[in-house]
């Protein structure tokens, strides 16, 4: 019996990536040029009956119109902003995502942004490297994060985990979200520049996509004030990042620590010289173990939905 056609958008850990070539007939899009892609698709678009992507491969409507037997999209990403769940769901088509295994990593993140941009770790390394330590002595202190009150916007699964260990530094936590959730006692805000006003540290840990573009905007960041930080592990997007670089530019924020952009990987030129700022790829989920779990489950659902069981981790909208 001939192997499923399945189109690899972006591929996964190599391990996993065996397994799928070990079962399915890969049809290496991401590695393909623009002229090999648009042959490929003329070639076998049409057996083409899953895709296998990630965030930063996306799946968009015009390759979607293209793959009329295309059954499942698998994604190693919690995010889906990058896909076209709608058009695909409109066509019956389910597309499963990776939650769950990345929260405790991307919630490390977001607090080891803000211990490191807090506690000014990258200064302090510069402080010995450049030879300060030894001509000048101890270099300027830095601030605690015991006693000091996190903001997070959208209390979801990453917002709970960041809370939990923020906690055990000693933070407070309060939250922005529409409705105030029944399982947390932590103090609940429904306007957005208050919560910006009352807190030291702002993190807005939500979806990315047209719903929360620019949420995070120059009157939520001019609020949140010179005494306080951002940090965003969630997405780029929900973010006016040029506001938010003028506001660093000027100190009007003390500080940020960012895992991601709104044009990855490219990064505003000002915040590369910014000692206030922790900058990280866009790599809170890079670890191998939550890697290798979010691979895993893109095996693990391409493989239920063939055998005709249930998926594991399917997005309902
Ligand atoms: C990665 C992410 O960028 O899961 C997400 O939504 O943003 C990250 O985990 C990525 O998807 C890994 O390829």
Redesign the pocket.
């Known amino acids: 019996m001939s192997k499923i056609d399945v189109l690899v958008v972006?591929p996964n850990r190599p391990e996993q990536m065996q397994m799928l070539a070990d079962t399915y007939e890969l049809h290496r899009y991401d590695q393909a040029s623009s002229e090999e892609k648009i042959a490929m698709i003329d070639a076998v678009g049409d057996k083409i009956r899953a895709v296998v992507t990630?965030?930063?491969?996306g799946f968009d409507e015009t390759l979607l119109a293209q793959l009329p037997n295309l059954e499942i999209v698998c994604?190693?990403?919690?995010?889906?902003?990058t896909i076209c769940v709608e058009a695909c769901h409109k066509r019956g088509i389910p597309v499963t995502?990776?939650p769950d295994v990345?929260t405790d990593d991307?919630a490390d993140m977001a607090i080891m942004l803000t211990l490191t941009t807090l506690r000014r770790m990258l200064p302090a390394v510069e402080w010995i490297q450049s030879g300060n330590w030894v001509e000048k002595g101890m270099m300027p202190l830095n601030t605690s994060l015991k006693g000091k009150t996190l903001g997070i916007v959208g209390l979801g699964r990453i917002g709970k985990a960041i809370a939990a260990r923020a906690e055990a530094f000693g933070m407070n936590v309060s939250y922005f979200s529409r409705q105030a959730k029944a399982d947390v006692d932590y103090r609940h805000y429904d306007d957005l520049i208050a919560l910006a006003k009352d807190v030291d540290v702002l993190a807005p840990v939500i979806p990315g996509g047209p719903a929360t573009e620019g949420l995070i905007s120059r009157e939520v960041l001019s609020a949140l004030g010179e005494n306080s930080y951002f940090i965003n592990v969630s997405?780029g997007s929900v973010v006016d990042e040029k506001a938010l670089v003028e506001l660093l530019e000027k100190r009007a924020i003390k500080g940020a620590g960012l895992d991601?952009f709104v044009d990855e990987p490219n990064v505003p030129k000002a915040l590369l010289s910014m000692d206030h700022v922790v900058l990280q790829p866009?790599?809170?989920?890079?670890t191998f173990e939550?890697?290798a779990a979010?691979a895993q489950l893109v095996v693990d659902n391409l493989a239920a939905h063939f055998a005709d069981k249930p998926l594991l981790t399917p997005v309902v909208l």
């Open positions: 972006w990630t965030h930063g491969g994604s190693s990403s919690v995010g889906l902003d995502n990776t990345l991307v997405r991601v866009h790599c809170a989920s890079g939550t890697r979010m």
